[in-house]
């Protein structure tokens, strides 16, 4: 119970951000946004509890709630393919300007090198090791 309200007065100063970002990658959809950070807090408060010395800090808390976000994308997109539902060309062209955005946006927040990681392993499906082999890195 005590970790709860320690947990709760560690991230309350980080809440406005927080909120603002997962508003951004939601795409302006409030809804979305709420799911995201909901789901966000779940993910640092397991993750708090595990490692209670972890410092919280912006970046870390940017990095939990894009990857809630990634595995979200990554789970509607495995449940349309898993249905096989044939989609119309206008959810093609709005599934393509997803994922450009997408793109655009882990282009604005990461080095390069970071980006075509996330590329080769989130799109081709590399694994890490075998991208890390690409780009002549660990």
């Given at each position: ?9 560690l ?81 093609y ?42 780009i002549?890195?660990?």
């Amino acid at each position: 119970m005590a970790f709860d309200s320690e947990f709760s007065s560690l991230i309350t100063p980080f809440m406005p951000l927080l909120r603002r970002y997962c508003l951004q990658l939601a795409s302006g959809s409030s809804w979305d946004a709420e799911e995201l950070l909901q789901e966000s807090l779940i993910k640092l408060h397991r993750s708090l509890s595990r490692s209670q010395d972890r410092p919280i800090t912006k970046a870390y808390l940017y990095q939990v709630a894009r990857s809630v976000w990634i595995d979200s994308y990554r789970k509607q997109r495995r449940q349309a393919m898993l249905s096989g539902d044939d989609l119309t060309e206008r959810e093609y062209e709005e599934d393509g300007f997803l994922i450009r955005e997408t793109i655009e946006l882990i282009a604005d927040r990461l080095t390069a090198k970071q980006t075509v990681l996330v590329i080769l392993v989130d799109i081709f499906l590399f694994t890490a090791k075998e991208a890390a082999q690409l780009i002549e890195s660990t």
